[in-house]
């Protein structure tokens, strides 16, 4: 038996926003960001684009690809931090979108590791449940919406998208593979580090929190950085070990697209060769919790994997959140 990825997708919003339209926002200059973050451009959605519809466009093109109807689908997960609204789930919104009313939705919050953590809880509720045979997960963001355009420190980094999979439970005695071990971890003793500070219970929404620009991200960017690099890295390993599958077995490293430097830094650390590190974080920034599975859905459709072929996806982020799957194709 396995749990098989059998379509995916993914969606960017067409406006795209360059460094150079940045150097027009805040003191910064396109050779900064380039050097120090390996972006040169994002995606931001428009007003008219809550994350629901970017997630519904890129959750079509997966359930196109696995040759199945939006009421086939028993189970949708939505890993986003920019929910349409406070309540009810994205998922739902998404589910109305697309009719799929045979499923269950909800969504998950685990920031930029969202879409890591969705993957192992569908894995272990299809894998439970007979009546789970095919799932959608969604990783979706419209960072726009809480970036702060006036603060140089975050807002050259983050962008908004969309990438999705299905996945469908196969009995059949030749049906290898699918999510062969997962890795999930937290450590909430830095919530601190990366976080939207007002608009929840702790601190409701009023007209200072408004003027004191408190429902924007903020970041430490720094300490992040250290702690993403030696985490990412040691969950990697963590899964391979587990698997019993050496690194150099892996066709594809696809971490979370943060910052080229992380990126690098995790690719040297587990001693895999630059060209089986997939990056495309120049073209889209950090999209959180959609960032793995735009670069998954990337691979995919540009046919640069193959039936066994295993994949490692690895990612950090607020919470603190951080883990690793690896994948059998
Ligand atoms: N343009 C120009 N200068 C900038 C700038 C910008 N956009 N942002 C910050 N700076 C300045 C800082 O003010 C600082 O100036 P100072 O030395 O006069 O104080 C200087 O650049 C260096 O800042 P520093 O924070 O040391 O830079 P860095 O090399 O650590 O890079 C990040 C900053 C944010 C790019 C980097 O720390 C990072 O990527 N961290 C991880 C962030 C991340 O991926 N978070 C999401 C995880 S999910």
């Known amino acids: 038996m396995g749990i098989k990825i059998i379509g995916t997708g993914s969606y960017l919003p067409e406006r795209i926003l360059t460094n150079r339209d940045l150097e027009k926002m805040v003191d910064t200059s396109d050779e900064w960001i380039r050097t120090r973050t390996g972006i ?15 997630a519904l466009k890129a959750s079509l093109k997966a359930i196109e690809m696995a040759k199945l109807k939006p009421e086939d689908l028993d189970l949708i997960v939505v890993a986003t931090i920019t929910q349409d609204r406070i309540t009810p789930s994205t998922a739902c919104i998404l589910q109305n979108k697309l009719g799929a009313f045979n499923a269950a939705c909800f969504d998950l919050q685990a920031a930029c590791t969202g879409f890591l953590y969705s993957l192992e809880i569908v894995n272990a509720l299809m894998s439970t449940n007979p009546k789970y045979k095919h799932a959608l997960i969604i990783g979706v963001e419209k960072l726009s919406m809480i970036t702060d355009w006036k603060d140089r420190n975050t807002c050259v980094l983050f962008g908004d998208g969309a990438g ?15 999510i062969l071990a ?26 200072e929190t408004i003027k004191k620009r408190m429902h924007f991200l903020s970041m430490e960017g720094q300490e992040v950085f250290k ?3 030696n985490e990412m890295a040691k969950a990697c390993q963590d899964v391979l070990a587990t698997a019993k599958v050496d690194i150099s077995e892996v066709r594809w490293l696809i971490p979370h697209q943060a910052n080229l430097r992380i ?22 920034g950090n999209t959180s919790a959609a960032s793995v599975v735009i670069a998954l859905d990337e691979i995919v459709r540009s046919g640069k994997l193959d039936r066994g072929d295993y994949v490692l996806l690895t990612a950090f982020g607020a919470g603190i959140t951080w883990g690793a799957n690896l994948l059998r194709w």
Do not use: Q
């Open 40 to 54: 040169s451009e994002r995606r931001i959605s428009a007003d008219n684009e809550p994350s629901s519809e970017l």
């Open 164 to 178: 999705a999979v299905i996945l469908e439970k196969r009995t059949g005695k030749h049906d290898i593979g699918g």
């Open 182 to 207: 997962s890795r999930l971890a937290s450590n909430g003793s830095f919530n601190e580090l990366i976080k939207v500070p007002a608009g929840g219970s702790e601190i409701p929404t009023s007209a």
């Open 227 to 229: 702690l993403a690099v």
């Open 263 to 284: 990126i690098k830094a995790v690719g040297n650390k587990l001693e895999i060769p630059e060209e089986k590190v997939y990056i495309n974080v120049h073209k889209y």
